[in-house]
């Protein structure tokens, strides 16, 4: 076993993670013996200790300012629980000659690449713009599913047009600019519909990037 003979002994593993400074934890079963481990339990750090969220894509949502550049909507599968989150962006003219790339709970490659992509098939200069985003409540993502909503935070803050309220993005983006269909989008239907969202954009009603966009742009 090695270096991992602890974890055999056991029944369990468990891993809690999160920012050391931010309000949520996730917990997950990194082994179980006795059942799955595609469940994820979200938790809040409280005076006593930590308590159970219950309805964790409402607490992610909880601050956020509706009508404002640069916010997007996307959701994500942790385990087998869909959850909506917020992603901020935040894009201003860079007086540096290689502008900056800040990214708190997603890499910065995954930046770099959709800013790419939005330049070269949405002619949005960001080879000259510093970009920062953030994704809200200290949640870490981790998947493409998130990609869609996280192109659609940069393109808003750089074309200073809102995006509609009750509007939340799934999709995996291209390279080639295509928007791709993701894992379990009726379950994520559902967690938008419940939580009051009325348009979904993802494919396959919308196949690239240019598409959205463009709906941004009128």
Same mark, same amino acid.
């Given at each position: 076993a @090695?270096?991992?003979?602890?974890?055999?002994? =056991? *029944?369990? =593993?468990? /891993?809690?993670? +999160? /920012?050391?400074t931010g309000q949520y934890r996730l917990l997950r079963a990194i082994?179980?013996?006795?059942?799955?481990t595609d469940e994820v339990g979200v938790f809040e750090v409280v005076e006593a200790g930590m308590a159970e969220v219950k309805n964790p894509s409402a607490a992610f949502l909880e601050n956020r300012v509706e009508g404002?550049? +640069?916010?997007a909507i996307a959701c994500v599968i942790e385990g087998t629980r869909p959850l909506m989150i917020e992603v901020q962006a935040l894009v201003i003219h860079s007086p540096m000659p290689n502008p900056r790339r800040v990214a708190r709970g997603i890499p910065v490659s995954k930046i770099q690449v959709l800013a790419a992509v939005l330049e070269k098939f949405c002619g949005?200069?960001?080879?000259?713009? *510093?970009?920062? =985003?953030?994704?809200?409540? @200290?949640?870490?993502?981790? /998947?493409?599913?998130? *990609?869609? +909503?996280?192109?659609?935070?940069i393109a808003s803050s750089y074309m200073s047009r809102p995006i509609k309220s009750g509007t939340v993005y799934v999709g995996e983006v291209g390279l080639l600019g295509e928007v791709r269909k993701v894992k379990l989008l009726e379950k994520r239907l559902? /967690?938008?519909?419940?939580?009051?969202?009325?348009? =979904?954009?993802?494919?396959?009603?919308?196949?690239?990037i240019q598409e959205v966009i463009s709906g941004l742009k009128r």
């Open positions: @090695g270096p991992k003979v602890l974890e055999h002994i =056991v *029944d369990a =593993v468990l /891993e809690l993670s +999160g /920012e050391r082994k179980n013996r006795f059942g799955p404002s550049p +640069g916010s949005l200069t960001l080879s000259t713009s *510093d970009i920062y =985003v953030n994704v809200a409540g @200290g949640f870490t993502i981790t /998947e493409t599913a998130a *990609d869609l +909503g996280l192109a659609m935070a559902k /967690e938008g519909k419940r939580l009051g969202f009325t348009k =979904v954009i993802a494919p396959p009603d919308i196949h690239s």
